[in-house]
């Protein structure tokens, strides 16, 4: 059958016919090496057959003339006799990984880094490990999981290495729980509205089965039995499953907390060891009033409203026992809470402002951890005080460690209480001794809001910028060597707030917006991003915080526009070296050139054509704008999106602009006229769009992963189900970057995607 196969692809093969300005003999040669390879293959068959066992194709052994099959097969497609079809039709029938986990990828493959783990098709190299969400230790010890918004990364609990990466990605997964005997993962795959739960076997990292839900899922909890699970997530909902049957979860108990009508994301709720208690956060901005309400989680009756805090609450956590719950708030305040009685035990205020982003007992409640901006403050069950101990309670501070760079939002501490593990903003996972406070080891890379991407011009080492949100954390500049995969360098950057950040095409400059319009231009060819001019928007408010930045192509204009509807556009001076312009332009860096009010709400995207004469401008008002951008006059209005504008892009020809809002629009630039609008099977996600170098495709980003539609065929495709922000290709146009669920970058081999010429 083999060498079947092989005659059929060498007879398949179109040989050049010889010709007076070709050579004879190069033909003669590959003919007969041909003949040579099929000759070649029938001996070491017979060859084989005489010192081998039979085996069968179908097993798991290695076989070397499957790699031969594999290799010619190639060949024929590399010299252009099967031919690709306009997108890649493996592209286009891409679906959703199915239920029973087919598709579910696991990677523990210790001779690749795990930059390469878990690809999806056509992507060669992932540089981050995403943003770290929940954090999970074994029964034993010797392992700990991390749920991240790319899957779920498994290491060694003494070293810190990376074992393996689970992956069944549709979203991000926000929560996981082990089994008491560490043999089954749960985790909790959810958007805001639904979610999803899935069930790993431990041992064979495979996936076992996947749930639906009706409500996001914030956190899980199996019960001491490891019979029950218990999920809590939006509008403070609970369901109990049985997992007797893993295979089959059923549904035992539902409550619905109706006292909770809407749901602010800022929301906590934490279910207690014990499965009786459920304590949901409730804050009241308009009276600045924040109460903790304690449930009853078997019948959704109030049981109790703790009520001192004055700031928002940003950490809640339940004894083992169940006997208390703790609570920090954003300022300066902990304080610990009955939840029998329903009154407060202890409180502690902080000498200077430290907010207190999380708080974890341990399994026994032997010890207490707290998470500040400043680093991590470690308790401890104790009956000795000296008078200027800090305590909580039965808690005496007996440790502050500050290695982490930003702020600590999550940690897990072993289960004989020797470990903590600590996960912070700085994008790092850190292992103390409890006893000690000393650092045991390092988990890096696990990164959020990556919003700008530099590569350099040799194309081997990539920047990117990140600013981490809710809420906000340092600026972060990272350097990585895409050859190796591996990290370079981390660095801080403050002051860290930011709300809008954009960097030249040329990845010459960077522009960033703190807060009120005031903005600064810096220098991304220097290490430590040099200070080049600050400016303002003008008439900006001062509370502004959102402000969208773009650059024109030649990098010597810059737009932004925010909350108010405005939009400026700027004169960058940088390069320009003559005397003469530089007095022209009063010796300023930046320039303003004009500004409008452009839109009627905020304004929520802009793009520069090609050529630079056009600026266009999307705004929540849902329509869009061209302007002059000699004059700031306005060229015309395009109507017809039926919600907020969320991304926009011109062809690279500059004749067709793209936009983005729930549908794919195209419009004509010299008429102002709708083009197309073109519909998905469901609405689209595009927070973010770009044109292929050839114009022939256009790339969507969003919550729903990258699609691309095919402008000559009318067709979109799914390339990547993973959600997506941002999009750019490399300078030579054969790789597609895009940052996955803000905390990791593939790098996709756009040739291996789209026709090769």
Same mark, same amino acid.
């Given at each position: 059958?083999?060498?079947?196969?092989?005659?059929?692809?060498?007879?398949?093969?179109?040989?050049?016919?010889?010709?007076?300005?070709?050579?004879?003999?190069?033909?003669?040669?590959?003919?007969?090496?041909?003949?040579?390879?099929?000759?070649?293959?029938?001996?070491?068959?017979?060859?084989?057959?005489?010192?081998?066992?039979?085996?069968?194709?179908?097993?798991?052994?290695?076989?070397?003339?499957?790699?031969?099959?594999?290799?010619?097969?190639?060949?024929?497609?590399?010299?252009?006799?099967?031919?690709?079809?306009?997108?890649?039709?493996?592209?286009?029938?891409?679906?959703?990984?199915?239920?029973?986990?087919?598709?579910?990828?696991?990677?523990?493959?210790?001779?690749?880094?795990?930059?390469?783990?878990?690809?999806?098709?056509?992507?060669?190299?992932?540089?981050?490990?995403?943003?770290?969400?929940?954090?999970?230790?074994?029964?034993?010890?010797?392992?700990?999981?991390?749920?991240?918004?790319?899957?779920?990364?498994?290491?060694?609990?003494?070293?810190?290495?990376?074992?393996?990466?689970?992956?069944?990605?549709?979203?991000?997964?926000?929560?996981?729980?082990?089994?008491?005997?560490?043999?089954?993962?749960?985790?909790?795959?959810?958007?805001?509205?639904?979610?999803?739960?899935?069930?790993?076997?431990?041992?064979?990292?495979?996936?076992?089965?996947?749930?639906?839900?009706?409500?996001?899922?914030?956190?899980?909890?199996?019960?001491?039995?490891?019979?029950?699970?218990?999920?809590?997530?939006?509008?403070?909902?609970?369901?109990?499953?049985?997992?007797?049957?893993?295979?089959?979860?059923?549904?035992?108990?539902?409550?619905?907390?109706?006292?909770?009508?809407?749901?602010?994301?800022?929301?906590?709720?934490?279910?207690?060891?014990?499965?009786?208690?459920?304590?949901?956060?409730?804050?009241?901005?308009?009276?600045?009033?924040?109460?903790?309400?304690?449930?009853?989680?078997?019948?959704?009756?109030?049981?109790?409203?703790?009520?001192?805090?004055?700031?928002?609450?940003?950490?809640?956590?339940?004894?083992?026992?169940?006997?208390?719950?703790?609570s920090g708030d954003e300022y300066e305040t902990i304080r610990l809470w009955n939840t029998e009685t329903g009154k407060s035990v202890s409180e502690l205020h902080w000498q200077r402002g430290s907010s207190t982003f999380s708080l974890a007992f341990s399994r026994n409640g032997e010890y207490l951890a707290s998470g500040h901006r400043d680093g991590i403050k470690l308790w401890r069950k104790?009956?000795?005080?000296?008078?200027?101990?800090?305590?909580?309670?039965?808690?005496?501070?007996?440790?502050?460690?500050?290695?982490?760079?930003?702020?600590?939002?999550?940690?897990?501490?072993?289960?004989?209480?020797?470990?903590?593990?600590?996960?912070?903003?700085?994008?790092?996972?850190?292992?103390?001794?409890?006893?000690?406070?000393?650092?045991?080891?390092?988990?890096?890379?696990?990164?959020?809001?990556?919003?700008?991407?530099?590569?350099?011009?040799?194309?081997?080492?990539?920047?990117?910028?990140?600013?981490?949100?809710?809420?906000?954390?340092?600026?972060?500049?990272?350097?990585?060597?895409?050859?190796? +995969?591996? &990290?370079?360098? @981390?660095?801080?950057?403050?002051?860290?707030?930011?709300?809008?950040? %954009?960097? !030249?095409? $040329?990845? #010459?400059?960077?522009?960033?917006?703190?807060?009120?319009?005031?903005?600064?231009?810096?220098?991304?060819?220097?290490?430590?991003?040099?200070?080049?001019?600050?400016?303002?928007?003008?008439?900006?408010?001062?509370?502004?915080?959102?402000?969208?930045?773009?650059?024109?192509?030649?990098?010597t204009m810059l737009a932004a526009g925010g909350e108010d509807g405005s939009v400026h556009v700027w004169k960058i001076n940088v390069n320009n070296q003559s005397f003469i312009g530089r007095l022209s332009s009063g010796f300023k860096k930046i320039q303003l050139m004009f500004k409008v009010n452009g839109h009627s709400d905020y304004t929520w995207t802009l793009a520069f054509s090609p050529?630079?004469?056009?600026?266009?401008?999307?705004?929540?008002?849902?329509?869009?704008?061209?302007?002059?951008?000699?004059? +700031?006059? &306005?060229?015309? @209005?395009?109507?017809?999106?039926?919600?907020?504008?969320?991304?926009? %892009?011109? !062809?690279? $020809?500059? #004749?067709?602009?793209?936009?983005?809002?729930?549908?794919?629009?195209?419009?004509?630039?010299?008429?102002?006229?709708?083009?197309?609008?073109?519909?998905?099977?469901?609405?689209?996600?595009?927070?973010?769009?770009?044109?292929?170098?050839?114009?022939?495709?256009?790339?969507?980003?969003?919550?729903?992963?990258?699609?691309?539609?095919?402008?000559?065929?009318?067709?979109?495709?799914?390339?990547?189900?993973?959600?997506?922000?941002?999009?750019?290709?490399?300078?030579?146009?054969?790789?597609?970057?895009?940052?996955?669920?803000?905390?990791?970058v593939l790098f996709w081999d756009w040739d291996e995607i789209v026709p090769i010429p």
């Amino acid at each position: 059958m083999l060498t079947e196969n092989i005659l059929r692809n060498v007879a398949d093969l179109t040989l050049p016919t010889p010709s007076g300005s070709k050579p004879f003999i190069p033909w003669v040669l590959g003919t007969s090496a041909a003949l040579v390879i099929v000759l070649m293959l029938g001996i070491s068959k017979q060859y084989s057959a005489s010192v081998q066992e039979p085996y069968s194709l179908e097993s798991n052994s290695e076989i070397a003339v499957e790699i031969i099959e594999t290799s010619i097969v190639q060949n024929v497609i590399a010299k252009g006799v099967a031919t690709k079809q306009q997108i890649n039709p493996k592209i286009r029938n891409s679906s959703i990984v199915d239920r029973n986990g087919k598709g579910a990828k696991m990677n523990n493959d210790s001779q690749n880094s795990y930059s390469h783990w878990g690809l999806p098709e056509y992507s060669k190299l992932r540089l981050g490990k995403g943003k770290t969400n929940d954090i999970e230790f074994t029964d034993d010890g010797s392992q700990f999981a991390v749920a991240t918004s790319i899957g779920i990364w498994i290491y060694d609990a003494k070293t810190g290495k990376e074992l393996s990466l689970l992956q069944n990605p549709v979203h991000e997964i926000r929560a996981i729980a082990l089994s008491p005997d560490s043999k089954i993962i749960a985790a909790a795959s959810s958007s805001r509205s639904k979610g999803e739960i899935q069930f790993w076997d431990v041992t064979t990292q495979k996936l076992l089965t996947a749930i639906e839900v009706e409500q996001g899922i914030s956190n899980l909890f199996f019960s001491e039995d490891g019979t029950k699970l218990a999920s809590t997530g939006s509008f403070g909902g609970i369901e109990i499953w049985d997992i007797s049957n893993i295979l089959k979860p059923e549904v035992v108990r539902q409550v619905r907390l109706e006292q909770i009508e809407s749901w602010d994301q800022q929301q906590l709720a934490e279910l207690s060891p014990d499965m009786r208690l459920l304590a949901i956060t409730k804050p009241d901005w308009k009276h600045k009033y924040f109460p903790i309400n304690l449930y009853d989680a078997v019948n959704g009756e109030l049981i109790h409203s703790f009520t001192w805090h004055t700031r928002r609450i940003k950490s809640i956590a339940f004894s083992p026992d169940s006997k208390f719950l703790i609570s920090g708030d954003e300022y300066e305040t902990i304080r610990l809470w009955n939840t029998e009685t329903g009154k407060s035990v202890s409180e502690l205020h902080w000498q200077r402002g430290s907010s207190t982003f999380s708080l974890a007992f341990s399994r026994n409640g032997e010890y207490l951890a707290s998470g500040h901006r400043d680093g991590i403050k470690l308790w401890r069950k104790s009956n000795k005080t000296e008078k200027d101990d800090a305590i909580i309670g039965d808690y005496c501070q007996y440790q502050q460690i500050t290695n982490h760079k930003d702020y600590v939002y999550k940690f897990a501490f072993s289960p004989d209480e020797n470990s903590l593990l600590s996960a912070s903003k700085d994008g790092t996972i850190r292992a103390w001794d409890t006893t000690t406070g000393e650092e045991r080891f390092v988990c890096i890379e696990h990164i959020e809001g990556i919003n700008s991407l530099v590569l350099s011009k040799t194309g081997d080492t990539l920047t990117t910028l990140n600013h981490p949100y809710n809420p906000p954390g340092e600026f972060q500049i990272r350097r990585w060597d895409i050859e190796a +995969g591996e &990290l370079l360098s @981390t660095e801080i950057l403050k002051p860290g707030y930011l709300s809008g950040i %954009a960097n !030249s095409l $040329d990845n #010459k400059m960077v522009v960033m917006h703190d807060v009120g319009g005031k903005c600064v231009l810096r220098n991304m060819e220097t290490d430590s991003l040099d200070l080049i001019s600050r400016f303002s928007l003008e008439g900006y408010p001062r509370s502004g915080v959102n402000v969208r930045l773009t650059f024109s192509k030649d990098s010597t204009m810059l737009a932004a526009g925010g909350e108010d509807g405005s939009v400026h556009v700027w004169k960058i001076n940088v390069n320009n070296q003559s005397f003469i312009g530089r007095l022209s332009s009063g010796f300023k860096k930046i320039q303003l050139m004009f500004k409008v009010n452009g839109h009627s709400d905020y304004t929520w995207t802009l793009a520069f054509s090609p050529d630079g004469q056009t600026l266009a401008t999307g705004g929540k008002d849902k329509v869009i704008h061209l302007w002059n951008v000699s004059d +700031g006059n &306005l060229r015309f @209005t395009l109507t017809g999106h039926e919600s907020r504008v969320d991304s926009l %892009a011109f !062809s690279p $020809d500059g #004749k067709t602009l793209a936009s983005g809002s729930g549908k794919l629009y195209l419009w004509d630039v010299e008429t102002g006229k709708e083009l197309n609008r073109i519909h998905g099977e469901r609405r689209l996600s595009i927070d973010t769009l770009i044109y292929s170098p050839d114009g022939n495709t256009i790339i969507m980003g969003g919550s729903d992963g990258i699609n691309l539609y095919d402008t000559r065929s009318d067709q979109i495709s799914n390339l990547h189900l993973g959600s997506t922000d941002t999009l750019k290709f490399s300078g030579d146009g054969k790789t597609l970057m895009s940052v996955e669920g803000s905390g990791s970058v593939l790098f996709w081999d756009w040739d291996e995607i789209v026709p090769i010429p």
